[in-house]
């Protein structure tokens, strides 16, 4: 097969792996409740510990918080929920003087109907330049009481909603997603020359790159024509559909998703990211079924990377990882450029929970007390061979926080306590996001797992007897202390310490940079994955039977303590070898 090959002059993102970090769930710095800025500075020891290059910062911008910060206000402040400008730039100074790189947030599909231009729009009148910047329509049928078109919010429920103008019903206005995030009008020339100045105005701060939410949307197909269709997010379906089936969904394609019209936008942006120094970088979620269409985004004079979904979406099965893993390298070979790979991020459950089900391809959008509960041994067991199975791969990785403890979904969210608008805008039909977005725990022993000592301290056991903490925002599970990361790191056989080794070896032996090739052992038929990377074999028994392991291989890594019995891998294991 004919790959991505690496040179002297391969910039960074092309083998890195980062880290991504939810700033309201990593770590509080202020006792608030609510993680931070602060707290974010106070455990980047803790992630340059663990081995990674880069971190990644979900939204952190003024927001009223209707979607967790992806609902922006200002673009150019930081939430005072978490700190300030000043924040910032501390944690990026402290996070470039450890050698990590950071790449942060960017939603220009759509903005919070707090921003100004959305005031603006709503104090205008129909036609005007400020109504103009979104997508706002008269309605059909009498009195324009029906909406322009049928499409449906991807939070559920329809994608229009009327204002008022003078007391009376006036325009309609488009949001693909919940009602307060309006969608932006990238017809509008005035849209493209702000966002280009929000670019400047945080790679002016030194930022590394950007990861751009929902990158295949912004541009629509003219006219806004009707689609019977319902698009998903990345979190998943509930059937077992095949990804190589999976764009039946999308047939015929969507008129608001993977239009043509945004490989000019990004062709702007990449001259943007030309003009500063240091190898900046623009990395795609971009729900596209195709890995053909994926890698449209990722061509020379485009963006840099595009979150591999078609991996995720693999769940468990060894044909499913095999066809990603063959598709992607394959689809980005075409236009030279490096793959990626993730298995959680902050719109999935959590890998280990849905490695648990009883069908580990499933796709639950969220779990509840009510739904079935995942096997939580053999879930943590399947991720930790799926790390191996990922690390070794050629190119970059994504880390979700929290994954290097193996930390697991919270499935028992009560309803009253979940604030993810997907649930409410179904009814509680899609269980939502919280469950992975619970507040990490960093000390088995401490109120809140020591969620909101950040201030406190970063490491050492700080006693808090007498200190009132704060309640963290969503609650935590009783188990998340069997996972606190105080108990994991320099333990050994602990998950963090498997993630840790992965890392180190990985570039010890440059993985990032190799070559893959499906080892003379890789039979998908049977539960086997197994490749070759330089000078690094990987094998990962997807299947029920112990397999028999090459001879004279030495073990270089171990998915457990229990992998490898009498020459032979066991069910739900995997292991790096060296000849």
């Given at each position: 097969?004919?790959?991505?090959?690496?040179?002297?002059?391969?910039?960074?993102?092309?083998?890195?792996?980062?880290?991504?970090?939810?700033?309201?769930?990593?770590?509080?710095?202020?006792?608030?409740?609510?993680?931070?800025?602060?707290?974010?500075?106070?455990?980047?020891?803790?992630?340059?510990?663990?081995?990674?290059?880069?971190?990644?910062?979900?939204?952190?911008?003024?927001?009223?918080?209707?979607?967790?910060?992806?609902?922006?206000?200002?673009?150019?402040?930081?939430?005072?929920?978490?700190?300030?400008?000043?924040?910032?730039?501390?944690?990026?100074?402290?996070?470039?003087?450890?050698?990590?790189?950071?790449?942060?947030?960017?939603?220009?599909?759509?903005?919070?109907?707090?921003?100004?231009?959305?005031?603006?729009?709503?104090?205008?009148?129909?036609?005007?330049?400020?109504?103009?910047?979104?997508?706002?329509?008269?309605?059909?049928?009498?009195?324009?009481?029906?909406?322009?078109?049928?499409?449906?919010?991807?939070?559920?429920?329809?994608?229009?909603?009327?204002?008022?103008?003078?007391?009376?019903?006036?325009?309609?206005?488009?949001?693909?997603?919940?009602?307060?995030?309006?969608?932006?009008?990238?017809?509008?020339?005035?849209?493209?020359?702000?966002?280009?100045?929000?670019?400047?105005?945080?790679?002016?701060?030194?930022?590394?790159?950007?990861?751009?939410?929902?990158?295949?949307?912004?541009?629509?197909?003219?006219?806004?024509?009707?689609?019977?269709?319902?698009?998903?997010?990345?979190?998943?379906?509930?059937?077992?559909?095949?990804?190589?089936?999976?764009?039946?969904?999308?047939?015929?394609?969507?008129?608001?998703?993977?239009?043509?019209?945004?490989?000019?936008?990004?062709?702007?942006?990449?001259?943007?990211?030309?003009?500063?120094?240091?190898?900046?970088?623009?990395v795609a979620e971009a729900w596209v079924e195709q890995p053909e269409r994926l890698a449209l985004?990722?061509?020379?004079?485009?963006?840099?990377?595009?979150?591999?979904?078609?991996?995720?979406?693999?769940?468990?099965?060894?044909?499913?990882?095999?066809?990603?893993?063959?598709?992607?390298?394959?689809?980005?070979?075409?236009?030279?450029?490096?793959?990626?790979?993730?298995?959680?991020?902050?719109?999935?459950?959590?890998?280990?929970?849905?490695?648990?089900?009883?069908?580990?391809?499933?796709?639950?959008?969220?779990?509840?007390?009510?739904?079935?509960?995942?096997?939580?041994?053999?879930?943590?067991?399947?991720?930790?061979?799926?790390?191996?199975?990922?690390?070794?791969?050629?190119?970059?990785?994504?880390?979700?926080?929290?994954?290097?403890?193996?930390?697991?979904?919270?499935?028992?969210?009560?309803?009253?306590?979940?604030?993810?608008?997907?649930?409410?805008?179904?009814?509680?039909?899609?269980?939502?996001?919280?469950?992975?977005?619970?507040?990490?725990?960093?000390?088995?022993?401490?109120?809140?797992?020591?969620?909101?000592?950040?201030?406190?301290?970063?490491?050492?056991?700080?006693?808090?007897?007498?200190?009132?903490?704060?309640?963290?925002?969503?609650?935590?599970?009783?188990?998340?202390?069997?996972?606190?990361?105080?108990?994991?790191?320099?333990?050994?056989?602990?998950?963090?310490?498997?993630?840790?080794?992965?890392?180190?070896?990985?570039?010890?032996?440059?993985?990032?940079?190799?070559?893959?090739?499906?080892?003379?052992?890789?039979?998908?038929?049977?539960?086997?994955?197994?490749?070759?990377?330089?000078?690094?074999?990987?094998?990962?028994?997807?299947?029920?039977?112990?397999?028999?392991?090459?001879?004279?291989?030495?073990?270089?890594?171990?998915?457990?303590?229990?992998?490898?019995?009498?020459?032979?891998?066991?069910?739900?294991?995997?292991?790096?070898?060296?000849?």
């Amino acid at each position: 097969m004919t790959v991505f090959q690496a040179t002297a002059t391969t910039p960074w993102w092309s083998s890195a792996v980062i880290y991504q970090i939810y700033p309201r769930s990593f770590a509080d710095g202020n006792n608030d409740g609510m993680g931070d800025l602060p707290g974010i500075s106070g455990k980047l020891e803790y992630l340059a510990g663990l081995g990674i290059d880069a971190i990644w910062l979900s939204p952190f911008y003024l927001s009223p918080q209707a979607d967790a910060g992806y609902d922006v206000a200002d673009y150019r402040q930081v939430d005072p929920r978490f700190g300030d400008l000043a924040d910032f730039d501390a944690m990026l100074a402290k996070a470039h003087g450890l050698n990590l790189r950071v790449i942060v947030d960017l939603v220009p599909n759509h903005t919070s109907d707090e921003h100004v231009w959305f005031q603006d729009a709503l104090e205008s009148p129909e036609g005007s330049p400020a109504r103009n910047r979104y997508l706002f329509r008269d309605g059909l049928g009498k009195d324009g009481n029906v909406p322009p078109n049928n499409w449906q919010s991807i939070f559920g429920g329809p994608a229009w909603t009327r204002i008022m103008d003078n007391g009376v019903p006036g325009q309609w206005y488009l949001h693909l997603f919940d009602t307060k995030q309006p969608d932006l009008n990238w017809d509008n020339p005035q849209v493209h020359t702000e966002m280009e100045s929000v670019l400047r105005f945080w790679l002016d701060r030194g930022v590394d790159g950007f990861r751009v939410d929902v990158a295949h949307g912004m541009v629509k197909a003219p006219g806004l024509p009707d689609w019977d269709g319902q698009a998903a997010m990345v979190a998943g379906e509930e059937n077992t559909q095949d990804p190589a089936e999976h764009s039946s969904a999308m047939n015929p394609p969507s008129p608001f998703f993977d239009q043509d019209g945004v490989h000019e936008i990004y062709r702007s942006w990449n001259r943007v990211l030309k003009e500063y120094t240091g190898e900046r970088m623009l990395v795609a979620e971009a729900w596209v079924e195709q890995p053909e269409r994926l890698a449209l985004y990722v061509r020379e004079d485009e963006m840099q990377q595009a979150f591999n979904f078609e991996f995720l979406l693999a769940g468990w099965d060894a044909g499913r990882i095999a066809t990603a893993v063959e598709n992607s390298l394959a689809a980005n070979a075409t236009v030279g450029a490096p793959a990626t790979w993730v298995l959680s991020n902050h719109d999935t459950v959590r890998h280990p929970s849905r490695f648990g089900l009883s069908d580990p391809t499933t796709f639950p959008k969220g779990i509840s007390a009510e739904d079935e509960q995942p096997n939580e041994e053999l879930g943590l067991a399947r991720a930790r061979a799926a790390t191996l199975l990922m690390m070794a791969l050629p190119g970059s990785a994504y880390i979700y926080q929290g994954e290097e403890l193996g930390l697991p979904e919270h499935t028992a969210l009560p309803a009253s306590v979940r604030q993810d608008p997907a649930f409410f805008r179904t009814n509680g039909t899609e269980r939502g996001r919280d469950g992975c977005r619970v507040p990490l725990p960093w000390h088995a022993s401490r109120p809140g797992f020591g969620f909101s000592s950040g201030a406190l301290s970063s490491g050492a056991r700080t006693s808090v007897a007498n200190i009132s903490v704060a309640e963290p925002w969503l609650p935590q599970p009783e188990s998340f202390a069997r996972y606190a990361a105080d108990i994991q790191v320099a333990v050994a056989e602990s998950t963090f310490e498997l993630y840790r080794s992965a890392l180190a070896l990985r570039k010890q032996h440059a993985l990032g940079v190799g070559t893959h090739l499906w080892a003379a052992a890789h039979d998908p038929g049977v539960g086997v994955v197994a490749y070759t990377n330089g000078g690094i074999s990987v094998v990962a028994n997807v299947g029920e039977v112990p397999i028999t392991l090459p001879a004279g291989a030495s073990v270089l890594l171990a998915s457990s303590a229990s992998a490898v019995l009498n020459g032979a891998l066991s069910p739900n294991s995997a292991v790096w070898l060296e000849s």
